[in-house]
């Protein structure tokens, strides 16, 4: 039971303000940056806004916090827990049809949850997701890119070979 109205707390609740995706988006768009995955496009308008996005790939990537996409690594609030079961359940049927939706218009999607944004693992499938375009085909374990080859960044310059005014590069030639 609630101590004040509905309209007052509706009032207090309108006036919170998110402090910003501290442990799903921003966490995720650094690992994405420093493994040299780059080209997305964040909240991309088409059905579901994900997160991230590579349009001409068609590969959508959304990142679910726990709680309110029910990962078995929280639990339900003890009061009111008919209502956390309903809110939780109403979102994971939302995130379902917005997948379906999706890979139907031939899009890949990857849903990475709040407590594996870190994993080697995630980057992978983001990874073999982009570098093929196509995350729900099959994919063999030889195709998949390790977290180590989407480090490395392309080589832009031989040695002993020259550059566009034709000055070599190389320092045995200065």
């Known amino acids: 039971m609630d101590h004040v109205s509905k309209d007052v707390r509706s009032k207090i609740m309108a006036a919170v303000h ?11 768009g650094k690992i994405l ?8 496009r964040k909240h991309w308008p ?6 991230f996005a590579w349009p001409g790939r068609k590969v959508a990537v959304f990142v679910d916090g726990c709680f309110w996409h029910g990962c078995r690594c929280k639990y339900l609030p003890r009061t009111n827990t008919k209502f956390w079961r309903n809110k939780i359940e109403t979102n994971k049927r939302r995130d ?4 379906q939706s999706l890979r139907r218009g031939g899009w890949a999607v990857v849903r990475v949850k709040e407590c594996a ?18 995350a729900d085909r099959a994919i063999a374990p030889s195709v998949t890119p390790s977290p180590r080859s989407l480090n490395r960044k ?8 020259s550059n566009k005014r034709g000055e070599s590069k190389s320092p045995t030639h200065r």
Do not use: F, M
Not at 96 to 99: C, E
Not at 117 to 134: F, N, Q
């Open 18 to 28: 998110s402090r910003g995706n501290t442990t799903t988006e921003l966490p995720l």
């Open 117 to 134: 944004v870190r994993k080697p693992s995630t980057l992978a499938r983001i990874g073999a997701a982009v570098l093929i375009g196509r």
């Open 33 to 40: 940056w420093a493994a040299n995955l780059r080209g997305y």
């Open 154 to 161: 392309p080589q832009t310059h031989l040695p002993g070979r």
């Open 96 to 99: 379902r049809r917005v997948s």
């Open 46 to 51: 088409v059905v579901g806004k994900p997160d």
